[in-house]
């Protein structure tokens, strides 16, 4: 994208006039404490959305993406941006790390980040390398001495069939 490139005196068309891309960019922006909180649209998931237009055709990009391009450069391939903050709305470009995407992920609060941090299943047995079942079919880490026990209910069940 050509406008990536831009210095931050360069200029955009918006509404029909042209105006400095970093102008626009903090316009939508307000500064709470040490978070620039992005108040202009929002993506589902929280996140800011930047839209411009490249030739005749409206385009849209992550509004912490385009702030930080703007103000400080290229991301990183390969890497994604982590809000060290926790806030998703906030664009300010100090608050992000270049992590892989793998990384990023686990350090979130999905279901698979949190199951991986655990470090105990359910009935208090340590989950240890050398301890632990991981079954590819169904994607799913159990507890070695859980397995074990029920293996064993399951095998005697059968015996007294």
Same mark, same amino acid.
């Not at 360069?10 to 709470?32: A, F, H, N, Y």
């Not at 991301?75 to 982590?82: E, H, Q, S, V, W």
């Given at each position: 994208m050509?406008?990536?490139k831009?210095a931050? @005196?360069?200029?955009?068309?918006?509404?029909? +006039? +042209? $105006?400095?891309?970093? !102008?626009?960019?903090?316009?939508?922006?307000?500064?709470?404490? !040490?978070?620039w $909180?992005?108040?202009s649209?929002? =993506?589902?998931?929280?996140?800011?959305?930047?839209t411009?237009?490249?030739?005749?055709k409206?385009?849209?990009?992550?509004?912490?993406r385009?702030?930080y +391009? &703007?103000?400080?450069?290229e991301?990183p391939?390969?890497l &994604?941006?982590?809000?060290?903050?926790? =806030?998703k /709305? @906030?664009?300010?470009?100090?608050?992000?790390?270049?992590? &892989?995407?793998?990384f =990023?992920l686990l350090r979130?609060n /999905?279901?698979?980040?949190? =199951?991986?941090?655990? &470090?105990?299943?359910?009935?208090?047995?340590?989950?240890?390398?050398?301890? /632990?079942?991981?079954f590819? /079919?169904?994607?799913q880490r159990?507890?070695?001495i @859980?397995?074990?026990?029920?293996?064993?209910?399951?095998?005697i069940?059968?015996?007294?069939?």
């Amino acid at each position: 994208m050509a406008w990536i490139k831009m210095a931050c @005196c360069d200029t955009i068309q918006c509404m029909g +006039k +042209k $105006i400095p891309l970093i !102008d626009r960019l903090m316009s939508k922006i307000e500064l709470v404490d !040490d978070c620039w $909180i992005w108040k202009s649209s929002i =993506n589902w998931g929280g996140y800011g959305i930047f839209t411009y237009r490249e030739g005749d055709k409206q385009k849209s990009m992550m509004a912490h993406r385009a702030v930080y +391009k &703007t103000l400080v450069g290229e991301i990183p391939k390969g890497l &994604t941006m982590d809000h060290r903050c926790d =806030n998703k /709305s @906030c664009v300010n470009p100090m608050h992000f790390e270049f992590e &892989t995407l793998g990384f =990023n992920l686990l350090r979130g609060n /999905s279901f698979s980040a949190i =199951n991986a941090r655990k &470090t105990h299943c359910p009935y208090g047995h340590e989950y240890r390398i050398e301890q /632990s079942k991981y079954f590819k /079919s169904i994607k799913q880490r159990r507890c070695h001495i @859980c397995h074990a026990l029920s293996e064993k209910r399951r095998r005697i069940a059968l015996s007294h069939g």
